[in-house]
């Protein structure tokens, strides 16, 4: 590929955690680090992409030529997505998002009660921020699936469930998939499939941008 081959495309991506809070110094949040949305971001800009990156908390520099916009938590995420959305080409959702929020947030750190009694929260469902830029139909959409068990049934699931074009499966765990530098992919649309092996995610990103664009590319072509 050279410095070319993606001119003209605009992909958005997001990356990383949400938070969820539950009160000014508290939340709910996962291990996502951000890398692979990241890796995916400078791989797309390396190849003359115009890559829109919307990032939950992470530790990470931003890639050079990237548009960062920087959020919380899952509402915060959908709401960016949609205000940059129009105008875009593809989207990716690498985004670790909270699929609950507690119900509420206390204005105050919450304090501990005068007796020994547990306390229970009430979560609430988060928007699907994939979901609804599938619904649009303007984008050419790829998810990713973050799985412990049946990895390709519930990855084919959530492509069918979500309506959308693509999706990179991986196995999450404490040491597989989150956090790590390397990752293995298997990405499947509706009729096809491939396996991307283990690699360092910069690696990975490259194979999966071109992957993409090949898909997107015929899906544009008559
Ligand atoms: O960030 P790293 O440490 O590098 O780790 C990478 C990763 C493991 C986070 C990444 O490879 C990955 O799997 N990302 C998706 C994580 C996830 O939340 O998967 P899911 O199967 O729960 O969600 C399915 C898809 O719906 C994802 O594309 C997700 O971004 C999207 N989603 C989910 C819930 C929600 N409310 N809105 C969404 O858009």
């Known amino acids: ?9 605009r992909i958005l991506i997001t990356a990383g955690p949400t938070r969820e809070a539950l009160d000014p110094v508290r939340f709910i949040s996962n ?10 971001a400078a791989a797309a800009t390396a190849a003359g992409a115009e890559v829109t990156l ?14 960062h916009i920087s959020v919380e938590s899952a509402q915060d995420m959908y709401a960016a997505t949609f205000q940059s959305i129009d105008n875009q080409d593809i989207f990716i959702g690498t985004a670790a998002v909270a699929d609950y929020r507690p119900a509420s947030v206390a204005t105050q750190k919450m304090k501990k009660g005068q007796t020994d009694t547990d306390i229970t929260l009430t979560l609430v469902r988060n928007p699907d921020i994939l979901a609804a830029v ?3 139909q303007k984008v050419f959409t790829v998810g990713f699936a973050a799985e412990t068990e049946h990895l390709l049934e519930h990855a084919r699931q959530k492509l069918i469930n979500k309506k959308i074009n693509m999706i990179a ?6 040491d597989r998939g989150f956090e790590r530098d390397d990752n293995a992919l298997t990405v ?3 009729d096809g499939e491939i396996q991307l092996p283990y690699a360092p995610k910069a690696t990975l990103a490259q194979q999966l941008i071109r992957v993409v664009i090949e898909r997107y ?6």
């Not at 291990?31 to 995916?40: D, E």
């Not at 499966?169 to 404490?174: K, L």
């Open 217 to 222: 590319r015929q899906g544009n072509v008559e």
């Open 188 to 190: 499947l649309w509706s």
């Open 54 to 67: 919307v990032s939950g908390p992470v530790t990470l520099p931003v890639p050079a030529g990237v548009k």
């Open 31 to 40: 291990r996502s680090s951000g890398k692979m949305g990241y890796a995916l």
């Open 1 to 9: 590929w050279t410095a070319r081959d993606l001119a003209g495309i």
């Open 169 to 174: 499966a991986n196995w999450v765990g404490v």
């Open 134 to 136: 599938a619904a649009t």
